[in-house]
């Protein structure tokens, strides 16, 4: 192997453990891939700046524009109200409309904000028609990854793929390409579901009872202040509740009034009782230090009680590349910030309840918080915004419709799609289009524009697109592929199309899809190049392929986000993901040739 060659296989071997640890964020991640191989000569500055100016880049980031002004005006939240009564009356006609719906929107919209806005209408639904959440919303994140297989424009994946074509000389993928096995494996998915999803799914009934959810029976108290208490007359950040014990004081009531979220300069007086989160048995071995008396019963948190005085009980997940992700409550200052406390965070199948202010913050966690009710309304448009940090799960925010927005933003989509498809305009200038003519007709603001955009993707996007530029310079593509020859080859083409699907649906259980799609990408160009083929059937396998994961929480990001709002296990993903992904496989095996002669 050359030098250039081993210097690529130590950044793709880097990349696939920073990827599947997650112990960088992936848009660092790909600034490293870029720069790495900038800094060592494999490939020149022109090549690694290529990507952000690349046709895959400029739609996947006017796509987000298109996805916030539908989000924005409400539309797709009015969907909720009439899937309640379908799925009380026949839960697996329920299902399959719901798919369905969720597979449409999904081939033209970005899938993390429709399945992020649809969580908490799919609980409600739930409650509503007496179901689980838990059956509900795995079939939710898995119609959003078959309505993305459909276009190019459904997932930034398909757009990836597309980017790293034109790179080595093939021509931008037409917008619906991809349709033909998108469709039948949008119509056998929800099949699937529809025939075993009530069976495989678990049935965990969620509890009204937020105290038992989320263990908080030993985390919640209140002390009454004594008249020798060394608290009285102190500030709450100068007590050793705050320096010392690091607990939150939730509330404070005084001669009949209520203090809620009381700041830190705020002075304790004598019959003061304090709301505490904290380890109750760890400040009660404080008795007598402190001088106070513990209230005996326990402090409950019921759905019944959501609302109370002038604070709210929320349930907050957080959403995949939220800017909570990867950092503690007080890195973000979640308190100041949101003038709400935290009262334990449910990590996947784990409740932590000590240091939450240092927890370090992942995709799919759910912080139980107290927050202010006067700013639930801040709360909720900002949930309505693409890069919201979280979804509020106990409380659905509604955001009102807007009929005239929604036709011209309906209008401006259908249009974008309709010039791409008769070839009018490439479908990068066709999403730039379509985003001006959203700002023209004052749908959205330019702010809202810069606000839109997941620059995160976007540099994810340009240090793949730089990676899969180097596996072909350095001949590191070609060496893989003479392997994967070397190995397969005597089969034919449709048995080594076959294991390219089957290595990359594997990889992208495990790590980012876009990271897997530009790294088998190159080979299944190199591969088709030396087996003199056309490249399109062994691009599609591979483009299909990185969306399909079914069987962990972690493969996509919607999985995640389901994952705790869902109470999931792991193993859940596995026990109805595992039968999607050998289907799909087979499916694809015997399909993808047809559709896509070789």
């Known amino acids: 192997m050359t030098a250039d060659q081993i210097i690529v296989l130590a950044v793709i071997v880097g990349a696939l453990i920073l990827f599947a640890t997650e112990w960088l964020s992936i848009d660092l991640v790909g600034i490293l891939i870029l720069v790495s191989l900038t800094a060592t000569g494999v490939i020149t500055p022109e090549e690694g700046l290529s990507g952000f100016s690349n046709p895959a880049a400029i739609t996947v980031a006017f796509m987000f524009v298109l ?47 429709i399945v992020a806005m649809f969580i908490p209408v799919m609980v409600s639904v739930a409650n509503l028609s007496g179901y689980s959440p838990s059956k509900l919303l795995i079939p939710l994140s898995y119609a959003s990854i078959f309505g993305g297989m459909c276009t190019m424009i459904g997932t930034s994946t398909n757009m990836l793929v597309s980017g790293i074509a034109v790179e080595n000389g093939i021509e931008a993928f037409p917008m619906f390409l991809s349709a033909p096995i998108g469709l039948v494996f949008v ?53 050793i509740l705050a320096s010392e014990l690091s607990i939150d004081v939730i509330e404070v009531r005084r001669n009949g009034n209520l203090f809620t979220l009381p700041p830190g300069d705020f002075v304790i007086q004598s019959g003061d009782v304090l709301k505490l989160q904290c380890d109750v048995e760890k400040i009660k071995a404080l008795r007598d230090r402190l001088k106070v008396n513990f209230n005996t019963d326990a402090v409950r948190l019921n759905q019944s009680e959501i609302q109370k005085g002038d604070t709210s009980i929320l349930e907050l997940i957080i959403t995949s590349g939220s800017e909570f992700e990867g950092k503690s409550l007080r890195e973000m200052d979640f308190r100041r910030r949101y003038r709400a406390v935290p009262l334990a965070i449910l990590h996947h199948e784990k409740v932590v309840h000590d240091d939450l202010h240092k927890v370090e913050l992942k995709a799919g966690d759910i912080i139980l918080t ?16 693409q890069k919201s940090p979280f979804i509020v799960l106990s409380e659905q925010g509604v955001i009102d419709f807007n009929r005239k927005k929604f036709l011209t933003v309906l209008s401006v989509i259908a249009g974008v799609v309709l010039i791409s498809s008769l070839n009018l305009m490439s479908i990068p200038i066709a999403t730039l289009l379509g985003a001006v003519v959203l700002v023209l007709s004052k749908t959205i603001s330019m702010r809202e524009v810069h606000e839109s955009i997941e620059w995160k993707i976007i540099f994810l996007l340009a240090g793949a697109l730089s990676l899969g530029i180097a596996m072909n310079s350095s001949g590191l593509a070609a060496i893989i592929a003479d392997g994967l020859l ?72 919607t999985n995640t986000m389901v994952y705790s709002a869902g109470q999931y296990k792991f193993g859940d993903f596995f026990k109805i993901g595992v039968g999607l992904n050998l289907l799909f496989w087979i499916l694809a095996t015997l399909l993808i040739p047809v559709f896509y002669p070789f």
């Open 67 to 113: 996805s916030y002004s539908l989000l924005k005006t409400g539309s797709l939240q009015r969907i909720g109200p009439y899937l309640g009564p379908i799925f009380k009356k026949n839960f697996n006609l329920g299902i399959l409309i719901m798919m369905i719906f969720i597979g449409l929107v999904s081939a033209f919209i970005n899938n993390t904000p």
């Open 187 to 239: 119509v056998v998915g929800a099949v699937y579901i529809f025939l075993f999803g009530k069976r495989l799914l678990p049935d965990r009934i969620s509890t009204e009872d937020l105290s038992q959810k989320f263990g908080m029976r030993d985390y919640l108290s209140e002390i009454e202040i004594l008249d020798e208490s060394e608290f009285v007359g102190q500030r709450i950040m100068d007590s």
């Open 370 to 385: 107290e927050i202010k009710t006067h700013r639930l309304n801040n709360i909720k448009r900002q949930e309505m915004s």
């Open 486 to 557: 070397a190995n397969l080859g005597t089969y034919g083409p449709v048995v080594i199309l076959s294991g390219l699907y089957l290595m990359t649906s594997l990889l992208t259980e495990v790590m980012s899809n876009n990271a897997s799609a530009a790294l088998l990408s190159p080979i299944a160009i190199t591969t088709a190049t030396e087996m003199q083929l056309s490249p399109y059937p062994f691009m599609i396998a591979v483009m299909v392929a990185a969306s399909a994961s079914f069987m962990t929480p972690i493969g996509y990001q």
